[in-house]
Nanobody, 122 residues
């Protein structure tokens, strides 16, 4: 089992920044890829970004590429999502998840956090 807890969400104005954290406990965190997903009101949950076990490979959704940066610190059992130049359309609940595969597909992620709300105002 891997337990994941997100933090760092909040209310920010357009153009602002937030850094989300995903703290892991349980099985060896460094064995897992980490993905960030988000779900806006009335919409399905969508992929945002993923990072492989070592941090050497990353991938981003087109909507966030160039604005968001995913990273991880395996010594701290924590992954991060740095979000810059935020837009109102980034408003959503953000979830981190862990998978044995480096994947963009939600179905491959076995462990999920409870989510953290990000709200971007005009």
């Amino acid at each position: 089992q891997v337990q994941l807890v997100e933090s760092g969400g909040g209310l920010v104005q357009t153009g602002g920044s937030l850094r989300l954290s995903c703290a892991a406990s349980g099985r060896t965190f460094s064995r897992y890829a980490v993905g960030w997903f988000r779900q806006a009101p009335g919409k399905e949950r969508e992929f945002v970004s993923a990072i492989n076990w070592s941090g050497g490979n990353t991938y981003y959704a087109d909507s966030v590429r160039g604005r968001f940066t995913i990273s991880r610190d395996n010594a701290k059992n924590t992954a991060y999502l740095q979000m810059n130049s935020l837009k109102p359309e980034d408003t959503a609940v953000y979830y981190c998840a862990a998978s044995g595969l480096f994947s963009l597909q939600q179905g491959t992620y076995d462990y999920w956090g409870q989510g953290t709300q990000v709200t971007v105002t005009v």
